[in-house]
């Protein structure tokens, strides 16, 4: 299996731009979550989904994200309009079961907002 | 308040030496807890979880972990270092029925002196 499959790995920008992150989670896992990593806060949970529900998005920092799974093999991470702050390493992970399960990371992008 | 706390920001080690990475936890449910490792520019890869049962568990490339309920914590050891150990390290805590909201640590640089 090719593991967890995020793109791009990199992603400059300027602010006001809208960025979409993607990710295509292991082929029979059921849930998948989305974390954000940044020195000030260490490893964040944004959000998740269950057999493609969002199930939790009490980690989504605010109205300018977005993120959806239309199918079990992808789901996308949107920020619109981007600003500075949201500069950071976002990583997609995915598990067998909603429960607290083995995650499996993907290598995750660096969104550097300008 | 949910926390994990990894004291040691950074630690470096001799080649061959032991290690013990430290971790605390709170947390008002019967806690599972985790160690994961990040490579540069890589995911987070699990080294080892705790569920149940037997406290000392054994993960993979040589690490084990001991919960000790009374301290509140699960520390990380490994009895002799390689120099592809160098990698920051993550203790993380979650609970069934969570799903994927685990709580991570801020992580602890590890260093591998020759």
């Not at chain 1, 791009?8 to 602010?15: G, I, K, L, S």
């Not at chain 1, 598990?95 to 995650?103: N, V, W």
């Not at chain 2, 040589?62 to 000790?68: I, L, P, V, W, Y």
């Amino acid at each position: 299996d090719a593991g967890v499959i995020q793109s791009p790995r990199h992603e400059v920008t300027e602010m006001g731009q809208e960025v979409t992150l993607r990710c295509k989670p292991i082929s029979g896992h059921n849930s998948l979550f989305w974390y954000r990593q940044t020195m000030m806060r260490g490893l964040e949970l944004l959000i998740y989904f269950n057999n493609n529900v969002p199930i939790d998005d009490s980690g989504m920092p605010e109205d300018r994200f977005s993120a959806k799974m239309p199918n079990a093999s992808f789901s996308t991470l949107k920020i619109q309009p981007s600003e500075p702050r949201d500069s950071a390493v976002y990583f997609c992970a995915s598990s067998f079961r909603q429960g607290a399960e083995k995650l499996f990371f993907g290598s995750g992008t660096q969104l550097s907002v300008l | 308040a949910q926390s994990v706390t990894q004291p040691d920001i950074h630690i470096t080690v001799s080649e061959g030496a032991s290690l013990e990475l430290r971790c605390n936890y709170s947390y008002g449910a019967t806690p599972y807890l985790f160690w994961y490792v990040q490579s540069p520019g890589q995911g987070l890869q699990l080294l080892l979880k705790y569920f149940s049962g037997d406290t000392l568990v054994q993960g993979i490339k040589g690490f084990e972990a001991e919960f000790k309920r009374s301290q509140s914590s699960f520390n990380l050891r490994k009895p002799s270092v390689h120099w592809s150990d160098a990698a920051e390290y993550f203790c993380a805590v979650g609970a069934l029925g969570q799903g994927g909201k685990l709580i991570f640590g801020q992580g602890t640089e590890l260093s591998v002196k020759p």
